[in-house]
């Protein structure tokens, strides 16, 4: 005997509602989420199907606020959709053009040995390494804005430092010949902090001569080191670093340390910055005699001359989609050039003295610079205008950095202090 065709579809339709029942069990309460003050319960919520909880469980982290939602809140902003990263977005406290008049100094530290002359974010942000003319390093939780570690001892100032593309391991100049300890190039694992066996190569290779070197770039792949090298004579300067009669720059293995190529065009008296393209195909030389040279990687040629100033041109930046090249020269001005066809696009007028370092925020929409009349600025890229005056500086400011994920910028210089600036939380 056959069930009735009616008895069949009773049972369908309480299977279905059985079903739907017991899904709607096990969804969050979109409304009840919105207004929850478990965060680990907002956590798991991030990672449930429904992009509808996802973007409930951010936007109610956001509104939590704290070190913890901040950390969760980050990887939503890659989330596959769109809705979900513009919640996170909106969540996190991302400095933007919008909101930039309202960044205020979050924390400092102002008992370092010597002025503040690098600073480099760890790709994912979590760390913050800066070098100062003491010959220190400093190690801090981005986030915290605590101390995590400190290697002392070098017997040079730090000139430059950055982190491998990876993260794996950082890389800093110090050059001085005083003393035994002759290293310029020094590297150390990220993770343990100990240092790692120089480059093998570097020093060692008749073609490579990297005594008066100060100026380190990593390219975006890994694969190439780029510093600076003595071109014909040199002195000793009273610090025990050389000075150049002029400059080049070298391409290395960034694995071996052996000569890749020395680029054709010396730069008179030295360089004060070198940094690639973010994908890897130009770099951009600022030397000492007042220009910046955009050169062609893989065939090693000038591409053209960016800028020729009376001015020093003390720092350069490429916008993180390679398009736009910032330039700061020491008569207080920022000039923004089209990279592909190398106009002078615009000038950033605002500072009362020289702009020593430049960089974009993550999206591009930012500009922050220092500048050696104390102040940090923040500019808007697209109407090239200026949105705050960031004091606190007692002295020149020396180097600036965007945090990867847009949500600090920091900030050293000769008061030996560093700087943390971001809105309010």
């Known amino acids: 005997m056959h069930p009735q065709p009616s008895r069949i579809l009773m049972l369908f339709v309480l299977l279905v509602a059985v079903t739907l029942a017991l899904v709607s069990c096990a969804r969050p309460n979109v409304k009840r989420l919105s207004r929850a003050q478990d965060v680990d319960g907002l956590i798991a919520a991030l990672s449930y199907e429904d992009p509808t909880v996802r973007s409930a469980a951010a936007a109610a982290l956001g509104r939590l606020g704290g070190p913890r939602a901040v950390e969760a809140l980050l990887p939503a902003l890659s989330d596959e959709d769109a809705s979900v990263r513009q919640v996170a977005a909106q969540a996190l406290p991302i400095i933007r053009p919008t909101n930039a008049a309202s960044v205020s100094e979050l924390a400092a530290s102002t008992e370092l040995g010597g002025a503040v002359s690098a600073i480099s974010f760890s790709p994912d942000g979590r760390v913050i390494a800066f070098g100062d003319m003491a ?12 101390e995590i570690k400190v290697l002392e001892g070098f017997s040079g100032r730090i000139s430059d430092l950055e982190f491998s593309p990876d993260g794996s391991f950082i890389a800093a100049m110090t050059p001085s010949w005083l003393g035994e300890d002759f290293r310029k190039l020094r590297l150390w694992d990220s993770g343990s902090y100990e240092e790692l066996p120089a480059l093998s190569l570097i020093g060692n290779d008749d073609s490579v001569d990297v005594r008066a070197a100060t100026v380190l770039a990593m390219s975006p792949d890994g694969k190439l080191l780029a510093l600076d090298t003595c071109v014909g004579p040199f002195d000793f300067g009273l610090s025990g670093s050389l000075i150049c009669d002029s400059a080049s720059f070298r391409l290395l293995d960034s694995h071996t340390g052996a000569s890749v190529a020395e680029m054709p065009r010396p730069f008179s008296n030295g360089i004060w910055d070198i940094e690639f393209s973010p994908d890897g195909a130009l770099a951009v030389v600022c030397g000492m005699d007042g220009t910046a040279r955009l050169f062609d990687v893989e065939s090693r040629e000038e591409r053209y001359i960016v800028i020729k100033s009376n001015m020093h041109v003390l720092d350069s ?16 001005t920022i000039h923004l050039f089209d990279v592909e066809t190398g106009t002078d696009s615009a000038v950033l007028i605002g500072n009362t003295e020289a702009v020593t370092s430049v960089a974009f925020g993550p999206n591009g929409d930012l500009l922050v610079s220092g500048s050696t009349d104390k102040t940090v600025r923040l500019w808007d890229v697209a109407a090239r205008t200026m949105l705050a005056t ?29 700087r943390f600036w971001g809105l309010p939380r």
């Open 135 to 146: 010959g220190s390093i400093h190690f801090w939780d981005a986030r915290q804005a605590t």
């Open 317 to 332: 930046a490429f916008s993180p989609d390679g398009r736009t090249l910032a330039v700061g020269l020491g008569d207080s």
């Open 390 to 418: 960031l004091n606190g500086h007692a002295d020149a400011v020396l180097t600036v950095a965007f945090s990867p994920d847009g949500m600090l910028v920091a900030s050293g210089g000769n008061d030996m202090s560093v």
